[in-house]
C-alpha cells in the first residue's frame, strides 16, 4: 500500500469564492435536521491468572485515561468479579482501545482478554 505524503505545491480543495455554501439539496428528504449519534459499545476486561495488575493498571491509565486510584477500583472490580465493564464508548474509538490493549498484551506476553460489546445504534 503507498501512502499520499502532503505536498505544498499540491491544490488546495478549499473553495476560494468567500460566497460558497454547500449544497444540501443532496440529502434525503424530511432528514436536514436529524440527528446521527453514533453506536456505543462496552468494553469488557477479563480476569486470568497469567497477566499481572499493574499491566490491567497501566492500559486503564493509559488507553482509557482512568486515574490510578480509578484504575485501581476497576481492577479490584475485575478480579473480584471475574470480569467488568471499565468503559462505554462510541464502537469506534472502543474498537481501538480494544486493539492497542490487545497488542500492548501480545507484545508483553500476557494473555489479557479484551472484548468490546457492540451496543444498538440510534439514528
Known sequence: MTHARYNPSMPDDTPSDPQFEPDDTHGEPGREDSTMIAARAKVWFFDDDKTPVDFVLFVLEQYFGFDESKARVITDRIRKQGKAMVAELPAIPAEIA???????????????????????QIV
Open 98 to 120: 480494544r486493539r492497542k490493549v490487545d497488542q500492548a498484551a501480545a507484545d508483553a506476553g500476557y494473555p489479557f482478554k479484551v472484548e468490546v460489546e457492540a451496543g444498538p
